[in-house]
T-cell receptor
């Protein structure tokens, strides 16, 4: 069963527009962790943020912000005033290692963001 | 402070040959994960290892694939008798092994099977 759903396959925006990436997750664990990773065209995976299930506080880091809502099982990601360098594939991921020692990540299918100049 | 290292970065094999992918975790990390990214697809978990132990191999194909993380040296993902469908990017990640700790990824090995 799909644990992480990123319904948006591709998003294209013009520079300086805001873009929001949706992520919906599914788990029966009460303790879990959510992540966002960025994969630029060069191919490497860059860690962006981690959130645990007990911390619903939204977070802002520069032009990036994250909105975690347990009531809707969502962990959405917004890029404000997008730039061409933001063009990448963005992955949302879930780790259910709250009770076991298995910390593997379940990834969504990814959302390709293209920012046009 | 070196990150996760993977080699080779690119590997070309003919059908039926063996592929060996190496991963050296970040300093201080004792947990290693392997993920596979098939063309136009997301990342899929393959195997999770600690030193000398396989913790979870639920994502590994039942045949031809094996992984190890010896006491000394890098983690190795081995694919025997490769087929064209094995062509993918293979990523290794490492962490300190605590619940919820971020996994840091290596640059990946792009395997092409001719």
């Amino acid at each position: 069963a799909q644990k992480v759903t990123q319904a948006q396959t591709e998003i294209s925006v013009v520079e300086k527009e805001d873009v929001t990436l949706d992520c919906v997750y599914e788990t029966r664990d009460t303790t879990y962790y959510l992540f966002w990773y960025k994969q630029p065209p060069s191919g490497e995976l860059v860690f962006l943020i981690r959130r645990n299930s007990f911390d619903e506080q939204n977070e802002i880091s520069g032009r990036y912000s994250w909105n975690f809502q347990k009531s809707t099982s969502s962990f959405n990601f917004t890029i404000t005033a997008s730039q061409v360098v933001d063009s990448a594939v963005y992955f949302c991921a879930l780790s259910e290692g709250g009770w076991s020692n298995d910390y593997k990540l379940s990834f969504g299918a990814g959302t390709t963001v293209t920012v046009r100049a | 402070n070196a990150g996760v290292m993977q080699n080779p970065r690119h590997l070309v094999r003919r059908r039926g040959q063996e592929a060996r992918l190496r991963c050296s975790p970040m300093k201080g990390h004792s947990h290693v994960y392997w993920y596979r990214q098939l063309p136009e697809e997301g990342l899929k978990f393959m195997v999770y290892l600690q030193k000398e132990n396989i913790i979870d191999e639920s994502g590994m194909p039942k045949e031809r694939f094996s992984a190890e993380f010896p006491k000394e040296g890098p983690s190795i993902l081995r694919i025997q008798q490769v087929v064209r469908g094995d062509s993918a990017a293979y990523f290794c990640a490492s962490s300190v092994g605590l619940a919820g700790n971020e996994q840091f990824f290596g640059p990946g090995t792009r395997l092409t099977v001719l």
